[in-house]
Every structure is written in structure tokens, then in C-alpha cells.
């Protein structure tokens, strides 16, 4: 029942957060009308208050997933009619491609090498080239860029594009450089472009990762920059000139 998505509990968060985003409110609604009263029913008689949905449903006969789902589309857990900044609105951004599928796997659970196989060659299918052939931009822009979460956030206070443009939210996993702190959740990139060289291969390698990491590391945790469209083609060299260009504080 409920088969919007394979995870739903997994699902969400791509409602929530594309580049650093915010969760998503009730506002608007009513006190009766928040998942929080329809999480708290056990069983069948569920509050007079809460959604009329859910007085047909037993939750206590649900499986985990099936409950999930059914928090999420159908007992109004989360505002899926809020408009995306991508024209779209949040349900629509709940729907998963054949990656996010893959690698929606429960608690556990581990990916078979058929299914890596299939992730890595559908990331290395989605990257565009740019024509010319891959070449290093602005590393100033490139360094806005990377310390920028801004873009793609709904709920109460929206991002507005038409009044910045979305960064690439780097420095929330990686330390870039030493003048500014940045996560620990991936490898740090300081010094990225001195100890690496700038090679063809190195400049593939790193524009393949930001444009679409699963096409090395399947179902690894780092968004998909390019093929998502977050990043445009010119603003990942940008990116990569932050990384590369000696003159760059990344480098120093």
C-alpha cells in the first residue's frame, strides 16, 4: 500500500534538503491537522481530531516502510503541494530516479555488485562535457561558490533565486582551505590542486565527482551536482578553479 517511493523515510529528506536545506513546517495548518497527532494513535480509534484518513487505518498492522509512506503521502506528515524553486512542487521531488532506488537500502542491508555496477554506469551516462573540453574557471567565483549553502530551500522562507544564486554547499562535508572551517563528513580538499597536479586526467576525475559522484562511489553521500542541475556546467569550473588554480587559498 502507499507505493509512492521505495523508502519514503528516505525519501523525504530530498523534500527537505538539496543544497543545504531547511526542513519543512505545518504552517498554516491547525493544531489537530500535524503528523504529530496522527503519529500518536496506536490502533484503529484514532483521535477526533486527527485526519479522517486515519481512523481507517491500523497502524499496528503496518510494516515500517508501509507506515512511513503513509505518514508522508497520506496523513499530510509533510506539505507536499509547497511550490520548488525548480517549478515543481514537494511530491514531486519525492519521486526517485533508478540511483536513488538502488541505494535506498534499509538498515543492514548492503549493495550487491550487480546493483553497484548499475548505479556507476548510470552516473558516468548522465555527465555532460562542456565543449572544448574541461577547463578551469573563476577560483574566486568558484571560492563563493563553495562556501555558499544558499538555493532550493521551501517551507516558511523560501529560497528566492531570483535574489542569489544557489551555491554548491561544499564546505558543509569537506575543509576546502585554511582560512575558513568547513565539515569533516568527506575528505578534507585543502591543498587539493598542489598535491594532485592539474593533469587531463585529474581535471576529468574532479569534474566527473562534482557532476555526478555515483559514477566512482556508488550510493555515496555527495549530491550529484551537475546532473541535478544545481551547478551549471560553467560554475563547476568555477568550482574546480577554487580547487586547482595555485593562486587559490585552497593551494597556499
Not at 130 to 138: A, N, R, S, V, W
Amino acid at each position: 500500500m502507499f507505493k509512492k517511493s521505495p523508502i519514503a523515510a528516505l525519501a523525504a529528506a530530498s523534500l527537505l534538503l538539496i543544497a543545504g536545506g531547511c526542513s519543512a513546517t505545518n504552517a498554516g495548518k491547525s493544531e489537530a491537522a500535524k503528523p504529530a497527532a496522527v503519529a500518536a494513535a496506536p490502533v484503529v480509534a484514532a483521535p477526533v481530531a486527527a485526519p479522517a484518513a486515519a481512523a481507517k487505518v491500523d497502524y499496528t498492522k503496518m510494516s515500517a516502510k508501509d507506515l512511513a509512506e503513509y505518514l508522508i503521502f497520506e496523513a499530510e506528515g509533510y506539505d507536499l503541494k509547497q511550490a520548488t524553486q525548480e517549478g515543481t512542487n514537494g511530491r514531486a521531488r519525492l519521486v526517485q530516479d533508478e540511483i536513488q532506488k538502488a541505494c535506498s537500502l534499509m538498515k543492514g542491508q548492503e549493495l550487491d555488485d550487480k546493483s553497484r555496477e548499475k548505479v556507476m554506469a548510470l552516473a558516468t551516462a548522465s555527465i555532460k562535457y562542456p565543449e572544448g573540453g574541461i577547463k578551469l574557471g573563476d577560483w574566486k567565483k568558484g571560492r563563493e561558490l563553495a562556501w555558499s549553502g544558499y538555493g532550493y530551500r521551501t517551507a516558511h522562507n523560501p529560497d528566492d533565486h531570483e535574489k542569489g544564486t544557489p551555491g554548491g554547499n561544499c564546505y558543509n562535508c569537506h575543509q576546502i582551505a585554511t582560512d575558513r572551517t568547513g565539515g569533516d563528513i568527506g575528505p578534507s580538499l585543502t591543498g587539493y590542486g598542489k598535491n594532485r597536479g592539474a593533469g587531463e586526467d585529474m581535471l576529468k576525475y574532479t569534474y566527473d565527482v562534482i557532476y555526478n559522484p555515483h559514477a566512482y562511489f556508488a550510493c555515496t553521500n555527495m549530491p550529484r551536482m551537475g546532473a541535478s542541475g544545481v551547478l551549471s556546467q560553467k560554475q563547476i569550473a568555477d568550482v574546480m578553479a577554487y580547487l586547482f588554480d595555485p593562486e587559490s587559498p585552497v593551494n597556499k
